[in-house]
């Protein structure tokens, strides 16, 4: 069982930044791929970012790539996204997601284990 919980969303301004971070608990944490979605009002659940087991693979959706970056720290089961440039677009619940298997995946459904989300708003 893995137990997620993210922190650091809040109100920022176009062009600003902010760092989610996920602190999971569980002893098979490392093992697991990791991603990042989010949900606008009125939208569907969309994939951001993921990250495999070992850090070294790392994939975006084409709506953040080269702004935002995703990273972890096994040693501390965390898992962290920092979105830079930020646009009023971006305004969404964050979720972090464990996707309970090495390989990342960008398919929301493969991720057995999700935290309660952090709300993230931009305002233009």
């Known amino acids: 069982q893995v137990q997620l919980v993210e922190s650091g969303g809040g109100l920022v301004q176009a062009g600003g930044s902010l760092r989610l971070s996920c602190a999971a608990s569980?002893?098979?944490?490392?093992?697991?791929?990791m991603g990042w979605f989010r949900r606008a009002p009125g939208k569907e659940r969309e994939f951001v970012a993921a990250?495999?087991?070992?850090?070294?693979?790392?994939y975006y959706a084409d709506s953040v790539k080269g702004r935002f970056t995703i990273s972890r720290d096994t040693a501390k089961n965390t898992v962290a996204l920092q979105m830079n440039s930020l646009k009023p677009e971006d305004t969404a619940v964050y979720s972090c997601?464990?996707?309970?298997?090495?390989?990342?995946?960008?398919?929301?459904?493969?991720?057995?284990?999700w935290g309660q989300g952090t709300q993230v708003t931009v305002s233009s």
């Open positions: 997601a464990a996707s309970g298997r090495p390989r990342l995946t960008d398919e929301g459904g493969l991720y057995p284990y």
């Open positions: 569980g002893r098979t944490f490392s093992t697991y791929a």
């Open positions: 990250i495999s087991w070992s850090g070294r693979d790392t």
